[in-house]
């Protein structure tokens, strides 16, 4: 009888438990920013080994390209985990990750942060890589690997302690489900005029920084031991500000065309596309969210010429 | 560690299960060593300090029984070993303020020394600690208790990791025979078991979701850098939001302590009884910090005579105790100062008890009315908020400028304006605290009311109890003031 009673007691406070795990859960991915994406969380959603294309890198790579036309229109099932601010570093935790739990036969990577060596950018970007991404060795590793402040690493496990505050700001979006479809694609319809993207003539070239070439050299590893195809590319874009100097954008150029020496000799494609930016008829007045980003309809633009010129040939 | 802290989230269960599962016979061991690991979590070196302590007082416990009938040696041990216990405390929290002191009073009559700071660390609970051993040894050598013989079980007495940092300060006769009895508790208890969850949990929620929060607002009222230009409603409110805060980090911390201690079967003493509801500031220093009120009233006031030697000296001895009161809170003029305000406080309560009962007498009031009542709990409300301004000031100097702007820069238009919407805390922010306020009131009314919430909180049913707790846990993770972003504001009774 004391036993059953014993047996009683403790399947209760087991059942307790689950509950409060399911209600703390719940709790965090309310009060998640979301406004950043939320695509761990669509990833796990997916069958697994059912995605053949993952496309890794930053803001670029999810305003250029739109999976869910490849996949409706081209037949490319492909899978969007891209992040705002999304380092070389954080594409290799991606990809592993992602490799983990899919094994796509196919990498995209967008490589506009290849030309500096920032691990990480803001704590608001850094969150939207790691939140939702599934606990266990790969996020450990790279937690342990990006987080310099220790104290601090914690709250990318339980990031409820770095968003509980958002109590103050939930709206019924918060809600619902994320700004991603279920194939993590981004759809922004907000246009804004967007900034003349400048040409670098010359093929002149400027070595990455060594860190990016560290994470770089182990994302090509990876992706060769596991049979994996690395594509390669850079979608173009201008200043800014209207006004700003471009040279900055022609140093990245430099970067690119360095990158490009680099990953070719190894049968890794690399396309730049500012070389095709005249191709591409991009409407400034229509195509752009912001001077940088793409909107839907420059997206659409971008991903149709993708495909139809052969860069995505998958 | 701190309580508020994960990395006490992960300690405490862990501590839990295995203590559950170990044979009932090594339970205190385990104990001891998640007590030393709990305190060298803060610093590894500092806790030779506490096993010092503790070594010292445990031998000298075994002396004064062995010299039981030599009132001379036992006298000479109690010495010794008070002052070993009472100089580590003097050289870890008292040499720099008292260097400091004798600096500037020679500085005073033009002579100039060079200047000396010992570089140490305030070990963390160095006062309580040290307060209980002394506590322990007193009690022995009044022959009130017998001493402890096994040194594991003194040593657990001492450094039990619930109270070990900030208290209650527990008294030999009431702690030493639950630990030699632990191996006899029965864990299995559900209704105590969630009752210490309970009070766990309504103790991060007084430090959480209350005292955190209202510590921004008063952080930025007594910031030295900006405090000069806020008016009489900014610092009123700001002083009361200290008196509030103050309350709930110490009732939370003891509320959690109280809380940990029962679900491990150890029943603490408390600490607080609704100490804003006093009618006087005796009946305030009865239900606040009781522990060390009584420790101080049985181990100094007492010896010093009392009120058995004439008014004078019991004033005398009244100022004493509140001096050292406030000495012991923290070495700072500011701290003494709020100690011998204290003392003024009671010496003028005492002398003018008959006038101003012959007054009421005269004037035939009722003293026993809800509106004299309600009167003199807003008045020693009133006179503790304004003494808890020189606890919370960084010197007296600002405290002394803060009472003046009080009282000086009448600015009522800024309850109406925003203003007080800007300094911390937003209006989201003032909801939540204000709806904290209101259940914390009533959780105080019920205990005031001679209920004991905890107690009626265990006796509902399970699923009740169950809802309660998952509900509060949510809740406290949402709203209460930590995280990234956040120091984990440590207890301010850390520091004493």
Redesign the interface.
């Known amino acids: 009888m004391k036993r059953l009673k014993?047996i009683k007691?403790m399947a209760?406070f087991i059942v307790?438990i689950c509950?409060?795990y399911i209600?703390?859960c719940y709790?965090t991915w309310v009060?998640r920013d979301k406004s950043l994406g939320n695509i761990w969380v669509k990833l796990r959603e997916q069958k697994k080994d059912s995605i053949d294309v993952i496309f890794l890198g930053t803001s670029h790579q999810f305003c250029s390209i739109d999976v869910d036309l490849l996949y409706e229109e081209y037949g490319i099932n492909g899978f969007m985990l891209a992040t705002s601010g999304q380092t070389m570093p954080m594409t290799y935790y991606a990809a592993k990750e992602a490799i983990r739990m899919q094994h796509p036969s196919v990498i995209v990577f967008e490589a506009l942060y290849c030309h500096h060596d920032f691990r990480t950018l803001t704590?608001g970007m850094t969150h939207s890589f790691f939140d939702g991404m599934p606990y266990g060795a790969v996020k450990k590793e790279a937690v342990e690997d990006l987080i310099e402040d220790e104290s601090?690493r914690?709250?990318y496990y339980?990031d409820?302690?770095?968003f509980?505050?958002r109590?103050?700001d939930l709206k019924e979006p918060d809600f619902h489900c994320t700004m991603n479809s279920s194939r993590g694609n981004y759809h922004f319809e907000e246009t804004n005029p967007g900034s003349v993207v400048p040409v670098l003539e010359t093929d002149e070239k400027r070595e990455i920084p060594e860190g990016t070439l560290y994470y770089l050299d182990l994302l090509i590893k990876l992706c060769q031991e596991n049979n994996i195809r690395l594509v390669m590319y850079v979608a173009p874009f201008g200043v800014l500000n209207e006004g700003d100097d471009p040279a900055g954008v022609y140093e990245m150029q430099k970067s690119f065309h360095w990158i490009r020496d680099y990953v070719e000799p190894m049968g890794i494609p690399f396309y730049n596309l500012f070389e095709h930016v005249e191709e591409l008829h991009l409407d400034y007045g229509a195509d752009f969210m912001d001077a940088q980003h793409f909107n839907f309809r420059g997206q659409e633009k971008f991903t149709r010429f993708m495909v139809e010129n052969g860069y995505f040939d998958f | 560690m701190l309580f508020n802290s994960?990395q006490f989230l992960a300690f405490f269960p862990v501590v839990v299960i295995v203590y559950f599962l170990i044979p009932s016979k090594i339970r205190y061991l385990w104990l001891l060593a998640c007590s030393y690991y709990f305190y060298m979590c803060w610093n590894p070196k500092y806790v030779l300090l506490l096993l010092a302590s503790t070594v010292v007082t445990y031998l000298a416990g075994l002396f004064l029984v062995r010299w039981s009938d030599s009132p001379k040696r036992k006298k000479w041990v109690l010495a010794i070993c008070l002052l070993i216990n009472f100089g580590i405390l003097f050289v870890f929290k008292y040499a720099n303020f008292a260097i400091q002191t004798i600096e500037k009073l020679l500085g005073l009559v033009h002579i100039t020394v060079p200047e000396v700071t010992i570089r140490l660390l305030l070990p963390v609970g160095i006062s309580f600690y040290i307060f209980q051993a002394v506590s322990y040894l007193i009690d022995v050598y009044r022959g009130d208790i017998k001493p402890e013989r096994n040194f594991f079980i003194y040593a657990l007495f001492v450094s039990f990791f619930p109270q070990l940092v900030a208290g209650p300060i527990e008294r030999s006769r009431n702690l030493l025979p639950q630990i030699r009895n632990l191996n006899k508790t029965h864990l299995?208890d559900?209704k105590r078991l969630l009752g210490g969850c309970a009070l766990m949990l309504y103790g991060f929620f007084l430090k959480m979701v209350i005292a955190d929060r209202a510590a921004l607002f008063v952080d930025t009222v007594f910031d030295v850098e900006k405090y000069s230009v806020y008016g009489s409603f900014e610092v009123l409110t700001g002083m009361l939001l200290f008196t509030l805060q103050i309350y709930c980090d110490f009732a939370g911390y003891t509320s959690i302590a109280i809380g940990a201690a029962k679900i491990l079967g150890v029943e603490l003493m408390d600490n607080f009884n609704t100490p804003y509801f006093a009618v006087s500031i005796k009946d305030f220093w009865n239900r606040w910090h009781i522990s060390l009120s009584t420790w101080f009233r049985d181990y100094l006031y007492f010896p010093l005579g009392g009120s058995r030697k004439g008014k004078l000296r019991k004033y005398l001895n009244i100022m004493i105790v509140f001096g050292l009161s406030g000495m012991w809170h923290g070495a700072g003029w500011h701290y003494i100062f709020w100690g011998l305000l204290h003392g003024v406080y009671r010496v003028t309560g005492e002398a003018t008890l008959k006038i101003r009962q012959k007054w009421n007498q005269i004037c035939k009031k009722r003293t026993d009315t809800f509106s004299h009542q309600l009167w003199k709990r807003t008045c020693t409300f009133s006179l503790v908020a304004v003494a808890w301004v020189f606890f919370r000031a960084a010197s007296l100097r600002q405290a002394v400028d803060l009472l003046f702007q009080l009282v000086s820069r009448f600015n009522p238009w800024v309850l109406f304006d925003g203003t007080l919407l800007n300094l911390g805390i937003?209006a989201?922010?003032w909801n939540v605290l204000i709806l904290s306020i209101l259940i914390l009131f009533a959780v105080s009314l019920c205990r005031h009311w001679g209920k004991q919430p905890a107690k009626a909180f265990a006796e509902q049913g399970?699923l009740f109890q169950?809802v309660v707790i998952?509900f509060g846990?949510?809740a406290i993770?949402?709203?209460?003031v930590?995280?990234?972003?956040y120091e984990a504001a440590q207890f301010i009774y850390f520091q004493f």
């Open positions: 014993y007691g209760l307790f509950l409060l209600g703390i709790t009060v704590d601090q914690i709250y339980l409820l302690g770095y509980h505050n109590w103050k | 994960l299995w559900s937003d989201k922010d399970l169950a998952y846990i949510i993770l949402l709203f209460g930590y995280g990234a972003g």
